[in-house]
């Protein structure tokens, strides 16, 4: 069965996955790099960001989870705010995201927005099409796209809780940052009792984070 | 040097550190005991309700964490809603407290309140004081009945983030539950940075909760 996952979401301990102020030059806002430092230092992100062969960064239990990211995924679901830093209609299309022009995802990806503009063929598998949707029914499209596969829901939070609030989340991975980003988006508004739905649990790492994993019951 | 501290506050995933809707039958409101039951579990728990020599309950990392909380303590600080459920001018004097004629705390403890009652002298040594009083002032008074001991914040949430606000805190155990209360009162708000200010440790217990431990640096 294709399942739906959420993987890396890393959140600061008041439960903020984005602080304020994205921008160009700040992807995260005024929290910076800090919520993903953890996965900086593994080798699973080494490897994505570098060359495939790559033995350095950590290997413990943080490339361990951050690794399993790409395992059986044949498509991406983010929000517009994911994508890019504008807001309101294309001023043009100019912009392609933040990954350069071979991005990380290698499958369809879809983005969820008001203002749709034509797909975007990137080198290394990666196409993004823009779709404005409901999660149904961008989760019915991707998973077509996805082909049998798993589908990724990437963020950032208001898409990864609109997908929550909506039931549609079979795996869910959550790195808890030990930081209090103070202002941004959270991600557990509106999400009163969603543990019922199921099974989880929490593993330390000696970075400093928490690695929290919900399945579904 | 007498420290100030805060042993097995407990929150929600979402930061709520009580809910919504106290009660005489609900203390934390629509947590229930949602927030507690790691603590009821532990060997520290059954020996604080009930008889000394109890050697039941748990001896993992949750009872190793909960019983440093009464270790040199000499005082404790708590707001008037971890005191009882009334609000506004007291109606009469009756009410004593959650814990009975004999509490647990076996302490002077200072009850901030903006409606100051007589002292109330309770069995076991516990002592309740009430005081209209900023928290620098409360923790004067109570550094001073505390003769050399160390002060325990007691909560609840309000008390703890007011006592963080200004600075005062040397010891901060957080006990994360993984559930999502969805409403409720925060621990962290208004604490932007926190974590600048303290080293922090983070453990997981079989339990299923997360111990943060803040020392401050």
Redesign the interface.
């Known amino acids: 069965m294709s399942l739906v996952r959420v993987h890396n979401f890393s959140i600061s ?3 903020y996955g984005t602080g304020e102020g994205q921008s160009l030059d700040s992807p995260f806002g005024h929290a910076g790099d800090r919520l993903h430092g953890w996965f900086f230092q593994t080798r699973t992100f080494r490897r994505m960001h570098g060359r495939e062969g790559d033995t350095g960064g950590d290997t413990g239990v943080d490339d361990a989870m951050a690794r399993t990211w790409s395992d059986g995924i044949g498509a991406e679901i983010m929000g517009r705010n994911k994508f890019g830093p504008q807001r309101g209609p294309w001023q043009d299309h100019e912009w392609q995201g933040w990954w350069g022009p071979e991005p990380v995802f290698r499958t369809p990806v879809f983005v969820l927005t008001h203002h749709p503009r034509p797909t975007l063929e990137m080198a290394g598998g990666t196409t993004f099409h823009f779709l404005d949707a409901t999660p149904e029914e961008a989760l019915r499209q991707a998973r077509e796209a996805a082909d049998g596969k798993d589908v990724r829901i990437g963020g950032g939070p208001s898409t990864v809780r609109a997908f929550l609030a909506a039931d549609l989340i079979d795996h869910l991975h959550v790195v ?1 940052v ?6 941004g988006e ?1 991600l ?8 019922q739905r199921f099974r ?5 790492s000696p970075s ?3 690695h ?1 994993t919900f399945t579904r019951r």
Chains 1, 2 share one sequence.
């Open positions: 301990l008041d439960g808890v030990p930081i209090v980003l103070g202002r959270r557990w508004d509106g999400l009163e009792g969603l543990e989880t649990e929490a593993v330390t400093g984070v928490t929290l």
